[in-house]
Each structure stands twice: as C-alpha cells, then as structure tokens.
C-alpha cells in the first residue's frame, strides 16, 4: 500500500475498469481483489471496494484533463449564466461543457442537421 492519499477521479475510474478487466478475464472476486491490489499498490480492503463498485455499475467513462480556458464575455451574459447554473444546481464549468459541446455537436452536424 502506498498511503499516498485518496485516489481521483481519474485513477478511480481506471481502477474500477482495471476491476472489472479482471472479472471479465475469469478471475473469482476473490482474486481479482488480490490481483488488483497488487498491481495498484492498494489495500485489499480498497481493491475490494472497486470489485463491488463495477459489480455495481458496471465500467464507467475515464474522465478528460481539464484545463483553464479563460474568455472575455459582457458582463449581462456572465450575470445570466450563472443565475441560470445557480437555479439548476450545476457548475460553471459543468453548464459551460454542456452548452459548447452541444454547440459544436450541432456545427460539426450542419445547418441541415447532417
């Protein structure tokens, strides 16, 4: 075990597919918590958590790298958006992802929709 502290998103993501690599290759759980734990440097107790949560779940999305992307926008657009994420209980940077990457899902379609 390293103890270096909590894992993030990302390397949870992983270990949890790790997880459920190991149980789609025929591994009994028990096994797939110790290989896991091994190949991560984690306690079996952890490894164990991710076994249950991919029984769970299932495999989940690896989250992207986030970067700062810094824009100049008119104050009255600014005031707007974050009402608007306030009153629906969503980040900034969550409505900012989901408003850009509906916009250029639809420009890469066209204006005709494909």
Excluded: C, W
């Excluded at 270990?15 to 789609?24: F, M, Q, S, V, Y």
């Excluded at 790298?65 to 994420?85: D, H, I, N």
């Amino acid at each position: 075990m390293t103890g270096a502290g909590r894992a993030g998103a990302k390397q949870a993501a992983r270990r949890i597919n790790a997880a459920g690599d190991l149980l789609t290759a025929g591994l009994t759980v028990a096994e797939a918590i110790s290989t896991l734990a091994e190949q991560h440097g984690i306690s079996e107790r952890q490894a164990r958590r991710y076994v249950e949560r991919v029984q769970e779940v299932g495999s989940i999305e690896v989250p992207e790298t986030k970067v700062v992307f810094t824009v100049k926008l008119p104050e009255s657009v600014v005031v707007r958006f974050r009402e608007y994420a306030r009153a629906n209980r969503i980040t900034l940077s969550g409505l900012a992802t989901r408003v850009l990457s509906e916009f250029l899902r639809d420009a890469a379609a066209g204006p005709d929709g494909g």
